[in-house]
């Protein structure tokens, strides 16, 4: 089910990353006294009274912004302002009204969605009472006096936003049809891509709606065999195209990882993994998909002896933990190996739903800690592994039931993970597990 996502905007210096921070819990965003530190969109996820959400970080609108990189700050933001389901507005309590938060206001305003205004920097309740009055000729109803530096009524402005959300109804396929999101940085080949993928030579069944919002599914068979490609702004067939133009943005990627069973993470050769493809990839790794990594523009890469297997090797280093994720090198330009893709892709989502065998489970487990001692802690207290069971699917989960989950330290975790792989394969899926003590 797709998460909602809320977006968090406001003019420059406002506290916007401090009250990001304060709501995922955790500090992500650079927070510095100096405007304008966030440049790019910076997302994490929440949960409010047991409503998950993604929060989406925004760089200061400038209205009057004339260099380039306050031009691109002002797009991030309308891009993040047009893929919300709930805007959360930001405004300096110390400063009072500004003429640019009124023009910020008519601007969500005519965006038609949602918007909860967040009157920050006050952490005097008196004050706070006093001054969120002020706030009501931005037409947004009441004002929430907040502090995100101290986490003061940062739960009543919540209580607000999860209010907003509506339920968000994912359409459903059979279990034979393979669910497929593309996603990747901007200009990195995806529309292509994904008009290769879905040619001429395919049979299209036909377009449906994903969501309550405006995505389309494309669904088409190939031997036999069933898909569906999970919308992002690449996913369109060329007549639905704007040329030239590239309406992607990380938000739909998240959207569409969160609907679909095997991911296409798409790589630029001519730049290699970059810092943004490590967090995108990073997101679709924690929801537990499916991946493969597809190295796109091949054609552009200077050819010499073993290169496929350097390059490879290069993000592997780069990205550790996408190490089960097999990767192919393409061109969507010449239509280099892309007809591989829907193989590798059936492969490995019958790698994403395999159930292993408890007793043949259970003998590799036994091997493998006779091979290599379980840790033990500085008492003398050593890890037993008793039993284990794989009670789940989309990505294979395993439960081990020992004495004293504290004592699976994480390197320890990692070699049982190998052992598994070594013996069952799992190629292209995550593998979750979890230590409890056996009662």
Partial sequence: MNKP?????????????????????????????EPNVTRDRIYGESEWLGNPFLVVDTGGIDLAAESELKKKVKGQVELAIEEADVILFVVDGRSGVKSMDKEIANILRRSNKPVVLAVNKLDNRELAQEVKYNFYELGFGEPYPVSAEHGMRIGDLLDQVIDYFERIDDVTYDEDVISISVIGRPNVGKSSLVNKIIGEDRVIVGETPGTTRDAVDTYFEVDGNKFVLIDTAGMRRKAKVEAGVERYSVIRSLRAVDRSEVVLMVLDAT?????????????????????????????????????????????????????????????????????????????????????????????????????????????????????????????????????????????????????????????????????????
Avoid: C
Avoid at 7 to 19: D, F, Q, Y
Avoid at 299 to 313: F, G, P, S, T
């Fill in 5 to 33: 996502v809320v977006a968090i905007v406001g003019r420059p210096n406002v506290g916007k990353s401090t009250l990001f921070n304060r709501i995922i819990g955790a500090r992500i965003s650079i927070v510095e006294d």
């Fill in 271 to 439: 730049e290699g993994i970059t810092a943004q493809d490590k967090k995108i990839a990073g997101y679709a790794h924690e929801e537990g998909k499916a991946m493969v990594l597809v190295v796109n523009k091949w054609d552009l890469v200077e050819k010499r002896n073993n290169i496929d297997q350097d390059y490879a090797d290069e993000i592997r280093y780069e990205a550790s933990f996408l190490n089960y994720a097999p990767i192919t090198f393409v061109s969507a330009l010449t239509g280099q190996r892309v007809m591989e893709i829907l193989e590798i892709i059936e492969y490995v989502a019958e790698q994403y739903n395999r159930r292993v065998e408890t007793s043949t489970l259970n003998k590799v487990v036994k091997d493998a800690t006779a091979l290599v001692e379980p840790p033990s802690n500085k008492q003398g207290k050593r890890l037993r592994v008793y039993y284990v069971t794989q009670p789940r699917v989309k990505p294979p989960l395993f439960i081990f039931f020992v004495n004293d989950p504290e004592l699976m330290h994480f390197s320890y975790k990692r070699y049982l993970e190998n052992k598994i792989r070594e013996a069952f394969g799992f190629e292209g899926t995550p593998i979750k597990i979890l230590a409890r003590e056996r009662s």
